[in-house]
């Protein structure tokens, strides 16, 4: 063979060679543009179960409020039965 030929030889082999090294990085960036948008869609649903947390940590924040009143007014309630009961107890005698 002549020195053009092998050249040709070699540059078509090493041609190949970048070619499959090409197509490897094509796979492997198509591979990390697939995880990086699965891991942005896992970013927005962490977001949003976030937000729906802190919205039931409100309501809940709320409620303990609510119960807090309700359990005041059930003490008032028993404080004014018990005098009631007493002052009735004046008349029963």
């Known amino acids: 063979m002549n020195t053009n030929a092998e050249n040709i030889s070699r540059l078509s082999s090493d041609s190949l060679e970048v070619r499959s090294s090409l197509q490897g990085t094509i796979e492997s960036m198509d591979k990390t543009a697939d995880i990086s948008e699965r891991f942005s869609k896992n ?7 976030n937000e729906t947390i802190h919205e039931v940590e409100r309501l809940t924040t709320g409620c303990f409020s609510s119960i807090d009143e309700i359990i005041e007014s059930i003490d008032n309630l028993v404080e004014n039965t018990q005098e009631l009961n007493k002052e009735l107890n004046i008349f029963k005698t």
Do not use: D, G
Not at 43 to 49: G, N
């Open 43 to 49: 970013i927005t649903k962490t977001e949003v179960l």
